[in-house]
Nanobody, 121 residues
Framework: VQLVESGGGLVQAGESLTLSCAAS????????LGWVREGPGMGRQGVAC????????YYSSSVDGRFRISMDNAKNTAYLRVNSLTAEDTARYIC???????????????WGQGLQVTVSP
């Protein structure tokens, strides 16, 4: 299984960005893709997860309504949209896969490399 993330970088506070996570090599459609983040003082924090099986999104209580996760089933790609970014969103965002469902939103079976999102004030 391979997870390829894209879309991170340096953004200004108030802007939005979309992170992508493309999964490949999984033998069937019974899996879920999610995101966690690791930043200064936050440890590993669950963000969101979406199940390819039923398309249902799940959000951690650690994030607010600015976060939206979606999936393009045909591309086996999950997207995390974050609106109105603040400096507190600065973190390394890591895509992960779990099977068959989302689970705890923090513990996953396999992980991507992660990408840095830095929000400047």
């Amino acid at each position: 299984v391979q997870l390829v993330e894209s879309g991170g970088g340096l953004v200004q506070a108030g802007e939005s960005l979309t992170l992508s996570c493309a999964a490949s090599g999984f033998p069937d459609d019974n899996y879920a893709l999610g995101w966690v983040r690791e930043g200064p003082g936050m440890g590993r924090q669950g963000v969101a997860c979406i199940s390819k099986t039923d398309g249902r999104p799940y959000y951690s209580s650690s994030v607010d309504g600015r976060f939206r996760i979606s999936m393009d089933n045909a591309k086996n790609t999950a997207y995390l949209r974050v609106n109105s970014l603040t400096a507190e969103d600065t973190a390394r965002y890591i895509c992960a896969i779990n099977y068959p469902y989302c689970g705890s939103l923090v513990n996953y079976h396999r992980w991507g490399q992660g990408l840095q999102v830095t929000v400047s004030p």
